[in-house]
């Protein structure tokens, strides 16, 4: 089975557990890369606001082709409750039809459920369909080794049940 976990980060911890999952899983890594960098003393608003909004960013074209794989692990930080922007972005260009997904998400303090809920909804609206998903990890105020462990162990409980629905 083939696997690809794409993954969107701003401040690199979905980055990390991305990393991390696919080490484990020995799957290809892909990320979803924004055209403008967020910079600046306005960006957390702005890019809140713009989460809230469903917004989608402009992002680079893909360097992958999803049909190359059998399950695909993506991944967003949850802002506002909500997907990252260049996440809604991948998902509303990318031809997901009968793709099976496994989605995660990371956040500070809450929205992960939520988030989760609103990913699957727009994949299943393009006909992918999600067969699994989990919430990380609260990222705010926790050590880089912890989210690694935490990513590593959910990765590892996929492949113990049989890559299915990891809780």
Same mark, same amino acid.
Do not use: H
């Given at each position: 089975?083939?696997?690809?976990v794409v993954f969107y980060?701003? $401040?690199?911890? #979905? &980055?990390?557990?991305?990393?991390?999952?696919?080490?484990?899983?020995?799957?290809?890594?892909?990320?979803?890369? %924004?055209?403008?960098? *967020? &910079? @600046?003393?306005? !960006?957390?608003?702005?890019? @809140?606001?713009?989460?809230? &909004?469903?917004?989608?960013?402009?992002?680079?074209?893909?360097?992958?082709?999803?049909?190359?794989?059998?399950? +695909?692990? /993506?991944? #967003?930080?949850?802002?506002?409750?909500?997907?990252?922007?260049?996440?809604?972005? =991948?998902?509303?260009?990318?031809?997901?039809?009968?793709?099976? =997904?496994? /989605?995660?998400?990371t956040m500070g303090i =809450? @929205?992960? $459920?939520?988030? +989760? !809920?609103?990913?699957? %909804?727009?994949?299943?609206? $393009?006909?992918?369909?999600?067969? !699994?998903?989990?919430?990380? +990890?609260?990222? @705010?105020?926790?050590?880089?080794? %912890?989210?690694?462990? *935490?990513?590593?162990?959910?990765?590892?409980?996929?492949?113990?049940?049989?890559?299915?629905e990891v809780r």
């Amino acid at each position: 089975m083939k696997i690809l976990v794409v993954f969107y980060s701003w $401040k690199g911890k #979905t &980055r990390l557990v991305a990393s991390s999952i696919s080490k484990v899983l020995g799957a290809d890594l892909k990320e979803i890369k %924004e055209i403008e960098e *967020r &910079r @600046g003393p306005f !960006s957390f608003l702005s890019a @809140g606001y713009s989460a809230a &909004r469903g917004e989608c960013s402009k992002i680079k074209p893909f360097d992958f082709k999803l049909e190359a794989y059998d399950l +695909i692990f /993506l991944g #967003t930080p949850v802002w506002a409750m909500r997907p990252a922007p260049a996440v809604n972005a =991948f998902i509303s260009k990318a031809k997901l039809k009968g793709k099976k =997904f496994v /989605l995660f998400a990371t956040m500070g303090i =809450f @929205g992960g $459920k939520k988030t +989760i !809920s609103i990913v699957k %909804e727009m994949i299943e609206a $393009k006909q992918g369909r999600v067969v !699994s998903s989990f919430i990380v +990890i609260k990222t @705010g105020g926790v050590k880089r080794e %912890e989210m690694i462990r *935490r990513a590593e162990e959910i990765a590892k409980k996929f492949i113990k049940q049989g890559r299915k629905e990891v809780r």
